[in-house]
């Protein structure tokens, strides 16, 4: 059993940031990151700026690209650098691409693959792919026979050594921003997205607002909550996502991607609860409005043990205004659509699918404007 899905990242993606690890440890260093939070060495997800410095930030990473879009054209990324104060320009700068949606390394010819810019040039803060060692594995793996893979994350990494004096927060800062192509997110996975994979049982997050919604649950009914990947009937998945938004962000969209496993006949009477309604379950009030396992998209045809993937669009969430009536399957048409996107402005999300559903994998997605 494992504590967080991320380990799709952490089994495979190890070999690509070894690099970072002895910067890390240097105390006058600043780590810049978005894919792995090198200062803990966890190696669980996506961050923002990673340093107890608060010396750096990273502006419109990690970025959502799709290779078979019409007029693509990788040298269109754009990294550039900006300096105030003492701050010094980067030892190296990386590249780190990801698939989405299983979030697993882009495989290079000797492993995940990773674009690497030594030592830039103090005279030039603004680079290109072609400027990084590694990119023509990277054309390589663009080549139209592989592009079948879908959607690409990049998100960029650097370090920046001062050995002769200590930076403070307020003059000294460097700026990354990434830029040029596809769409800047943020995003969480746990469990995993992949259909062909076996199915692993994940212990999830859960804030105590959550907690509680599912001690009050399992009061009511009787059955007790079970974690990620976990098969059964009459019984809730519960968890929570959060996410790292950059305070400079502004929310432009979101989706829900969920990889199911209905376990009952009687799965068409299962539902999603969202914050609100985990909320009002929380504390105990009536009327909690969920979303109706049959009035989402779902990619396959639903049955019983068959796999199949829904997806939530946040700017547009069918919404049944509370739960049904024991054993009463739910109407194809939704009480009303309403945009959620509110709720995630805090970077958390508590989600709750019961009762007849395995969750084997969930990923939340924020589409952020660029700045």
Not at 136 to 151: Q, R, V, W, Y
Not at 212 to 235: C, E, F, K, W, Y
Request: hydrophobic letters at 40%; a negative charge.
């Amino acid at each position: 059993m494992v504590s967080r899905a991320h380990t799709a990242i952490v089994t495979t993606s190890v070999m690509s940031v070894l690099i970072l690890v002895p910067f890390s440890r240097q105390a006058s260093t600043i780590i810049l990151s978005n894919d792995v939070d090198i200062s803990a060495s966890n190696f669980s997800g996506f961050h923002d700026c990673v340093s107890t410095e608060r010396n750096c930030k990273v502006v419109g990473a990690p970025r959502l690209i799709q290779p078979t879009a019409s007029g693509f054209d990788i040298d269109q990324l754009e990294i550039k650098i900006e300096r105030q104060g003492n701050v010094p320009m980067p030892a190296w700068v990386a590249l780190n691409i990801f698939q989405y949606p299983s979030l697993r390394p882009a495989g290079g010819p000797n492993g995940p693959l990773r674009l690497l810019l030594m030592h830039p040039s103090e005279t030039r803060g603004t680079f290109t792919p072609k400027d990084f060692d590694g990119y023509d594995d990277l054309k390589n793996f663009l080549t139209p026979s592989k592009i079948s893979l879908g959607e690409l994350i990049f998100t960029v990494a650097a370090s920046f050594f001062s050995p002769a004096k200590q930076l403070t927060p307020e003059t000294d800062l460097a700026t990354i921003t990434l830029s040029g192509l596809g769409q800047w997110v943020a995003v969480d996975l746990l469990g995993d997205t992949q259909e062909s994979t076996a199915v692993a049982e994940v212990v999830p997050p859960r804030t105590t607002e959550l907690a509680l919604a599912l001690v009050r649950m399992a009061a009511q009914s009787g059955t007790r909550p079970v974690d990620i990947g976990v098969d059964g009937t009459n019984r809730p998945v519960g968890y929570t996502h959060t996410l790292g938004l950059p305070s400079q962000a502004r929310l432009q969209g979101a989706t829900l991607r969920l990889l199911l496993v209905p376990n009952n006949p009687f799965f068409t009477t299962d539902y999603i609860l969202l914050d609100e309604g985990v909320r009002r379950v929380a504390a105990g009030e009536e009327g909690a409005p969920v979303v109706a396992l049959n009035q989402i998209h779902l990619s396959t045809p639903v049955g019983v043990g068959s796999r199949s993937t829904g997806v939530i669009d946040f700017s547009d969430v069918p919404l049944m205004l509370s739960p049904p009536m024991s054993g009463v399957i739910f109407p194809e048409t939704p009480d009303t659509r309403r945009s959620l996107l509110g709720q995630l402005r805090d970077g958390r999300l508590n989600v709750i699918v019961t009762d007849d559903t395995t969750v084997i994998g969930s990923l939340l997605t924020v589409f952020l404007r660029d700045p």
